[in-house]
């Protein structure tokens, strides 16, 4: 049975990666077993581990931003998203969620953020805030981008590696969360164009304002992966 949910995720993933405009290796179907699978599950727990930690600082800007030009409600909300973050702890599965959840929360918001300080008149107070907001924000951006792209390789690694033998997966642990990490991997594909025009919707608006943020183009510019 395990198997089995196991070829139909791959199968998912390599129809979704078809689709996704991406500039990716060939992918094969992978061999039947004998893959270093101690390895791939550690470099997923690895990537996530990036991904969820640059969030909570994206997120702590985001919240920060919200509560600069006065919108409580909005801050009140991320902050309970980095909560949900950080209780996904350190299991494999959970991180994957996590990660999953939050990049799209984080790219929603973003771009709201960006709506809502292109809508006002900014004081001086609230620039000051903003900027600080923003040191935070594009210090996680730039944090998590390792991350998905860590993620990323790895769902091809695993791909390649096609179905594991019982045996590849003694002792591995996290290895029952395979199957539903696997199954988020072209939601990340998704996310990278998604988190990063939602980066530079929000870089966009500080500099409408004349706030200038420390963070580049090229920090910002979508990977070729």
């Given at each position: 049975m395990y198997r089995n949910s196991f070829v139909k995720i791959l199968g998912v993933i390599l129809i979704s990666i078809a689709v996704s405009g991406f500039k990716l290796p060939s992918l094969g179907g992978g061999g039947g077993?004998?893959?270093?699978?101690?390895?791939?599950?550690?470099?997923?727990?690895?990537?996530?581990?990036?991904?969820?930690?640059?969030?909570?600082?994206?997120?702590?800007?985001?919240?920060?931003?919200?509560e600069a030009i006065g919108l409580k409600e909005k801050a009140a909300v991320a902050r309970q998203n980095i909560d949900n973050l950080k209780s996904a702890g350190d299991k494999l599965g959970a991180g994957s969620?996590?990660?999953?959840?939050?990049?799209?929360?984080?790219?929603?918001?973003?771009?709201?953020?960006?709506k809502e300080m292109s809508a006002k008149s900014l004081s001086a107070e609230e620039k000051s805030k903003l900027v600080e907001a923003s040191k935070n924000y594009f210090m996680g951006a730039k944090n998590a981008i390792p991350g998905y792209i860590k993620v990323i390789t790895t769902g091809k690694k695993a791909q390649d590696a096609g179905t594991p033998s019982?045996?590849?997966?003694?002792?591995?642990?996290?290895?029952?969360?395979?199957?539903?990490?696997?199954k988020n991997i072209p939601a990340f594909f998704k996310m990278i164009p998604t988190s990063f025009k939602a980066f530079q919707a929000y870089k966009k608006s500080l500099e409408k304002a004349d706030i200038k943020p420390n963070v580049s183009d090229s920090d910002l510019a979508v990977p070729e992966i």
């Open positions: 077993g004998g893959a270093d699978w101690k390895t791939i599950v550690g470099d997923f727990k690895t990537g996530f581990g990036k991904i969820n930690k640059g969030l909570e600082n994206v997120l702590e800007g985001i919240a920060a931003s919200y969620d996590a990660a999953s959840v939050q990049s799209e929360y984080m790219a929603e918001a973003s771009v709201d953020l960006a019982p045996t590849d997966l003694i002792g591995v642990a996290g290895a029952g969360d395979l199957p539903g990490v696997v």
